[in-house]
T-cell receptor
């Protein structure tokens, strides 16, 4: 069973601060995705990374896939109250169907 | 666009009762799956299907049954509900052709189940 460990589990910061969320595993993933979930809704895809060492930027969000494809990070610059939510990383194994294993999630609260 | 539709949104059961959570998608996705979400445990895969007539177990399949008679529908059955099955259940689907490992998983809004 492939496991993904996310840290921290909770993050409470002030608007304007920077933060990083980590997603680590002892297993190699063929791709890794980050999702964001708001209360009462299902998760929504933010980004997919597939190549070791890959960095993707989405406005103030920067995603990195580790060189060995075992870990990933999400960095948010100058957090806003609208960034509040649950952030989930999810790794896909080697099958062609891409069954996803999710981390435990990071609950981010950005205070005004 | 309807996307992935789950019903019911809320349900309260007594221990030992059975019920079916319905899931339907209108995107012609081959892959469909059921997850349960519990505090501090992320999303755990219950069952998944890669096409009509094909299902397989995920991480936590015990106590749940699924079937896939059409591309659109993927119901989840609880045979004899237990308090440990109190959770929020999400149905999700995606395309598998042309990049199953990188495709976006589309989620329903969730079904909150309480077993007393």
């Amino acid at each position: 069973t492939q496991l993904l460990e996310q840290s921290p589990q909770f993050l409470s910061i002030q608007e304007g601060e920077n933060l990083t969320v980590y997603c680590n595993s002892s297993s190699v993933f063929s791709s890794l995705q980050w999702y964001r979930q708001e209360p009462g809704e299902g998760p929504v895809l933010l980004v997919t990374v597939v190549t070791g060492g890959e960095v993707k930027k989405l406005k103030r969000l920067t995603f990195q896939f580790g060189d060995a494809r075992k870990d990933s990070s999400l960095h948010i610059t100058a957090a806003q109250t609208g960034d509040t939510g649950l952030y989930l990383c999810a790794g896909a194994g080697g099958t062609s169907y891409g069954k996803l294993t999710f981390g435990q999630g990071t609950i981010l609260t950005v205070h005004p | 666009n309807a996307g992935v539709t789950q019903t019911p949104k809320f349900q309260v059961l007594k221990t030992g009762q059975s019920m079916t959570l319905q899931c339907a998608q209108d995107m012609n996705h081959e892959y469909m799956s059921w997850y349960r979400q519990d505090p501090g445990m992320g999303l755990r895969l219950i069952h998944y299907s890669v096409g009509a007539g094909i299902t397989d177990q995920g991480e936590v399949p015990n106590g749940y049954n699924v079937s896939r008679s059409t591309t659109e529908d993927f119901p989840l059955r609880l045979l004899s509900a237990a308090p440990s099955q109190t959770s929020v259940y999400f149905c999700a689907s995606k395309m598998t052709s042309g990049g199953g490992n990188t495709g976006e998983l589309f989620f329903g809004e969730g079904s909150r189940l309480t077993v007393l």
